[in-house]
């Protein structure tokens, strides 16, 4: 029975690995084009380089998708460290750490819509997938609070 249940957390912790994966690309690129000065490549929406360039897309000079890619590769961590020690404190910790993609989605994608009036393809991106990232976390920590701390 716990293989059973151990089975779903473990679909759901690759989904997390997966979508982490791409966010961290994602936003690896968006700060690799900073760093070298240039402008992300745009081909389906116009407004990349509007908002890439905005003040609000460094945090002094920080790129704010250097701080997206962090967030990113620690899920992906995470996730694989709760998969192979088959945690549940483990996958509930990298769970609540999806709030934080979530907050920042909204905020930046508020700031995209209401202010600088402009899309970055990737940056709507990385908010899907940090939204996709909170709903699978919310699953994760419904299904583990009947299981337990350990598997």
Known sequence: MQED?????????????????????????????HFLGQAPECSILEGCDVVTSSKYSTIGPIPVALLG???????????????????????????????????ASIYFVYLQLFVLKSICIYCMG?????????ILGMILLKRTKVIGYRL
């Open 5 to 33: 249940k151990f089975s779903t957390l473990k679909k759901l912790l690759i989904a997390f690995i997966v979508i982490a994966t791409i966010g961290f690309i994602d936003a690896s690129y968006l700060t690799i084009v």
């Open 69 to 103: 890619a962090l967030y990113y590769l620690t899920v992906a961590i995470a996730s694989i460290f709760a998969l192979d020690r088959r945690s549940v404190a483990a996958t509930r910790l990298v769970s609540n750490l999806t709030w934080l993609g979530l907050l």
């Open 126 to 134: 990385s908010a899907l997938g940090s939204t996709v990232l909170f």
